[in-house]
């Protein structure tokens, strides 16, 4: 039988539009196997991110695993200071460090690289346009939100574009 079976399938990709069939075939078995049940948890996630006291008009916010949490990022879009992410799109359980990102301060596209190179100082390496939301909400962030099975997963976050630097009496 799986001889008979391997003869059909040589015959099969001998013809041309056999070979198409076949390559058809193997992608939709492929396209089967993903995103099933053996990956990691998933959670749906969802709430708001202001700074100095409004939303954030558009951005993006990031949740990277952390520690002993597995899995890949998960990112969703901020409109007028909300964002959500359903399950199956959503972080996966565990500990995250959360990155944010205003989107609409530039002119231009964020991912126009041409553009991006016309408007980019070379002196100062930057550029000269500035995220309202600060590094260390991004890049350096400290942030952090820890993804539950059970429960809702909402994380409001309220940012400052001036942090407070402790008194210490001198």
Same mark, same amino acid.
Request: proline share 5%; hydrophobic share 40%.
């Given at each position: 039988? *799986?001889? !008979? &079976?391997? =003869?059909?399938? !040589? +015959? &099969?990709? $001998? +013809? #041309? =539009?056999?070979? *198409?069939? &076949? !390559?058809v075939m193997l992608l939709a078995l492929g396209c089967l196997g993903c995103g099933g049940k053996n990956g990691p948890l998933r959670v749906t996630v969802r709430g708001s991110v202001s700074v100095d006291g409004r939303p954030l008009k558009a951005g993006m916010i990031r949740f990277i695993p952390t520690g002993q949490t597995k899995g890949s990022a998960a990112v969703a879009m901020i409109k007028e200071g909300a964002y959500s992410l359903p399950r199956g799109d959503g972080p996966v359980v565990g500990m995250h460090r959360v990155e944010i990102e205003a989107t609409d301060y530039q002119a231009i596209p964020i991912d126009d690289e041409k553009a991006n190179a016309q408007v980019f100082d070379p002196r100062r390496g930057q550029s000269p346009l500035k995220n309202p939301v600060p590094d260390l909400y991004n890049r350096r962030s400290t942030l952090t939100s820890d993804m539950k099975v059970e429960?809702? /997963? =909402?994380?409001?976050?309220? &940012?400052? $574009? $001036?942090?407070?630097? #402790? /008194? $210490?009496?001198?």
């Open positions: 039988m *799986l001889m !008979c &079976l391997g =003869k059909e399938i !040589c +015959r &099969l990709v $001998t +013809r #041309p =539009k056999g070979f *198409l069939i &076949l !390559c429960g809702e /997963n =909402k994380f409001d976050f309220q &940012l400052a $574009t $001036t942090v407070a630097v #402790p /008194n $210490t009496g001198r």
